[in-house]
């Protein structure tokens, strides 16, 4: 495919670029990340395919706004720095949005050519500029000059967590000149990037050199800081910083509420991709976190966290990976390219079934799972048909291994410590949808801890409105 | 650097060691029953370690640990002036304590002598009348005598050779002491999961309000996981949130047991490798 000439009017509405991939059968035995990227004949090819809208619509679709035609014209125009630095005005993380956000439902769910056509690969476009750009040259790249924007020590902000919301507030304001220090309780930086999204999805070096982009523009990052225990909000205000932010995720996985979930083989999505993902239990025992490697494996949800998991599975080598979901198919809430990708490498899907018990032997190991046999009744709160139970209808499935997939609670640790915040019925923490700010004055929050379990990209809108409104009372 | 070790002390001879660390903002922090979650080396495992002492003052936590694992293993070849990688915490609830109308008996055995220590002075710093119980198998792995003859109007020990107070149990000295005295306002036991249980099935007939700390395995430490879990009166808890300590009449200990073996096999791998490779430094050096 040829990217050089100007493309023909047609073009735009032929199919998007593939872009390359490790072959299933290969990346179902390694870590290493599935989607290759573009190269830049692949995404010149793509680029001139979009239309360049006047009122684009894909702008309205991404939860941080970025300018997507005008990236995609510096694309085209072979201006690499122009197009990375349109899209860092509005997004701090694009290499990970690049890789990780539901583009289908935002940006390109609101692509024109995808009215008729197949919509812009917006997401890879993103990748590859970010790609193209992560380094410590991040800070000459968005300055235009060696030096970033004198940081004024005077104006601090503090962010609690370190996961995308907290890293959209951090980048935001240090281009603002406004200093920054993340407290992260973990030992290493990212949040979800690093303990959930798994290397094959999200490489860690990319997490990181975004961070460090972060870190050349001023920011400081401070890890096994726990928020809550080592430092509370009240002290952070107190020790002079003009706001904090908090963005602590998710927390408390939920389980299942049904008999023997507590038998040795059953994890949480959260426990068994925080040892091999955080812990690199992969590389046990050269890394020293164990893992168990299940040769029948159950994962229990629908969503991405566990399609990564049951990915995660395959990989440590399980034999049969198992997903066992409540409801259909279309209903899952997964991106369909991870659902996609996890059916090419041979996972086993068991909609319409939800477990009722799990048996273990007399040493409390893990042997298996009975399932209840579910149809879909009418649509409920969410809007999601109901699963309704099908008596009598039951089956056991054989497992060593299972992995408990189905959302996350609040964590209690920071309004256990923070006097007077307001939290709502569940424990979240209410935030102001415009602004972000708490019922308490400069003190604002985002992300899971404000809207339970949702996508990184919509932490970071909402770490981007917090951000915006701390840097207009700051900077006036 | 962070983390700097100051004080190392050998309490037995190549399984337990005490450390005194530089870590003023967790001791600002620490309570009685906290614990903190360490790392030793990159790509290295987060274990989590109860807080034996702290002094805000001077900016260190005390932490004892038995070398049980790789982990541990290369915890102990690190000296003073050494920097632990990753220190994080206080973490956990701390110890529920006030000025109490009776005694409170403070039961350790093992390692968990160090863990009970933390609490016995907080509750003899809020008034409260501590008696310390502790047991080992023999004199010379009884941890923390001593520091307890400080804060504790009276130390009953117990070992199973009868090389030091009493022979026998722990629990033969507190089913004593329950007789004998006349208001016990609570009981704490710390110590190795058999213990603990034991400790509970004691008190039971009682009815004098139970403790236990209990050490399962984690993680995150900060309720992220869920690795921790435990059956308490027949509700799934977070021993690093909700925890560490429970009512020790609520625990289903079985369970407890049965997940703190989950990883044998690779804990065990994992030692061996460590020590095939330390040994080897070691003869070629």
């Given at each position: 495919m040829s990217a050089n000439a100007p493309t023909p009017k047609g073009k735009k509405t032929g199919p998007r670029t593939p872009m390359p991939e490790q072959a299933p059968a290969a990346r179902v035995k390694n870590f290493s990340e599935v989607a290759l990227g573009y190269t830049p004949d692949l995404a010149k090819a793509e680029a001139v395919r979009c239309l360049s809208c006047k009122k684009p619509p894909c702008r309205k679709g991404c939860p941080v706004e970025i300018d997507i035609p005008g990236f995609i014209a510096r694309i085209v125009a072979n201006d690499l720095d122009g197009a990375y630095k349109v899209i860092r005005?509005?997004?701090?993380?694009?290499?990970?949005?690049?890789?990780?956000?539901?583009?289908?439902?935002?940006?390109?769910?609101?692509?024109?050519?995808?009215?008729?056509?197949?919509?812009?690969?917006i997401g890879r476009l993103e990748r590859f500029v970010a790609d193209a750009h992560l380094s410590a040259s991040a800070c000459e790249t968005l300055t235009g000059g060696d030096e970033c924007k004198l940081v004024r020590e005077d104006l601090k902000v503090a962010c609690i967590g370190s996961g995308p919301s907290s890293l959209t507030v951090a980048g935001y304001l240090a281009a603002q000149g406004i200093k920054v220090t993340v407290f992260e309780a973990l030992h290493e930086l990212g949040g979800v990037?690093?303990?959930?999204?798994?290397?094959?999805?999200?490489?860690?070096?990319?997490?990181?050199?975004?961070?460090?982009?972060?870190?050349?523009?001023?920011?400081?990052?401070?890890?096994?800081?726990?928020?809550?225990?080592?430092?509370?909000?009240?002290?952070?205000?107190?020790?002079?910083?003009?706001?904090?932010?908090?963005g602590v995720g998710a927390g408390l996985p939920k389980f299942l509420g049904v008999p023997g979930e507590n038998l040795i083989g059953m994890f949480s999505a959260n426990e068994f991709l925080t040892r091999v993902n955080l812990g690199r239990a992969y590389k046990f025992p050269e890394a020293d976190t164990p893992v168990i490697a299940g040769k029948n494996?159950?994962?229990?949800?629908?969503?991405?966290?566990?399609?990564?998991?049951?990915?995660?599975?395959?990989?440590?080598?399980?034999d049969a990976v198992t997903l066992a979901y409540r409801r259909g198919e279309p209903e899952m809430p997964a991106r369909k390219e991870e659902l996609h990708h996890a059916k090419e490498e041979g996972l086993?899907?068991?909609?319409?079934?939800?477990?009722i018990e799990f048996t273990g032997d007399d040493k409390g190991y893990l042997t298996g799972v009975r399932l209840q046999k579910m149809t879909l009744g009418e649509p409920d709160a969410s809007g999601r048909c109901r699963p309704v139970v099908c008596e009598g209808d039951t089956c056991e499935v054989p497992c060593d291994m299972a992995v408990v997939a189905v959302g996350t609670g609040a964590n209690p640790l920071i309004p256990q410590t923070t006097p007077g915040l307001s939290v709502n019925k569940w424990?979240?923490?209410e935030a102001d949808p415009e602004t972000g700010e708490t019922n308490m004055p400069g003190v604002f929050a985002g992300g899971d801890i404000v809207t339970g379990a949702a996508t990184v990209i919509s932490a970071m809108g909402a770490g981007r409105k917090a951000a915006k409104e701390i840097a207009r009372r700051l900077l006036g | 650097m962070a983390n700097t070790i100051l004080r190392k002390r050998s309490l037995i001879p190549g399984t337990t060691s005490e450390l005194v660390v530089d870590a003023p903002h967790i001791a600002a922090k620490a309570r009685p029953g906290n614990f903190v979650i360490l790392r030793v080396c990159p790509d290295g495992e987060r274990i989590p370690l109860t807080i034996a002492d702290a002094d805000p003052t001077a900016g260190t936590i005390t932490i004892v640990y038995l070398v049980l694992g790789k982990t541990t293993a290369h915890l102990e070849t690190l000296g003073e002036g050494d920097g632990i990688l990753d220190l994080c915490g206080p973490l956990g609830r701390a110890t529920d304590i006030h000025k109490l109308p009776g005694e409170v008996i403070c039961v350790g055995g093992g390692t968990g002598i160090a863990a009970m220590h933390h609490i016995a002075k907080g509750h003899h710093k809020a008034g409260n009348y501590v008696v310390?119980?502790?047991?080992?198998?023999?004199?010379?792995?009884?941890?923390?005598?001593?520091?307890?003859?400080?804060?504790?109007?009276?130390?009953?020990?117990?070992?199973?050779?009868?090389?030091?107070?009493?022979q026998g149990l722990v629990t033969e000295l507190l089913q004593e002491r329950l007789k004998n005295s006349p208001l016990v306002s609570e009981v704490v036991g710390v110590g190795p999961v058999p213990m603990m249980e034991a400790v509970a099935k004691v008190t039971k007939p009682f009815g004098v309000k139970t403790t236990v700390s209990l050490n399962s395995i984690m993680v995150d430490g900060i309720g992220m996981c869920g690795a921790c879990r435990v059956s308490v009166g027949g509700k799934t808890k977070f021993a690093c949130v909700d925890g560490p300590e429970f009512d020790g009449q609520l625990v289903d200990y079985r369970e407890l047991s049965q997940r703190l073996g989950a990883f044998k096999p690779q804990e065990q791998r994992s030692y061996e490798e460590f020590k095939k490779s330390h040994v080897c430094k070691c003869t070629h050096s």
């Open positions: 005005e509005t997004n701090s993380l694009p290499a990970v949005c690049g890789r990780v956000c539901p583009q289908e439902v935002q940006c390109e769910g609101q692509c024109i050519l995808g009215k008729k056509h197949e919509p812009v690969a990037l690093v303990y959930g999204i798994p290397e094959f999805r999200l490489p860690k070096a990319i997490v990181r050199q975004e961070i460090d982009a972060m870190r050349a523009q001023g920011v400081e990052f401070k890890t096994n800081w726990v928020g809550g225990m080592t430092i509370t909000v009240p002290e952070l205000l107190e020790q002079g910083y003009k706001a904090v932010f908090i494996v159950v994962v229990f949800g629908g969503g991405n966290v566990a399609m990564d998991a049951a990915r995660t599975a395959m990989r440590l080598g399980a086993i899907l068991k909609c319409l079934h939800g477990p424990g979240y923490i | 310390g119980v502790i047991g080992a198998r023999s004199r010379e792995l009884l941890l923390f005598y001593d520091e307890l003859k400080a804060i504790c109007p009276e130390v009953l020990v117990s070992t199973n050779d009868g090389s030091f107070g009493r």
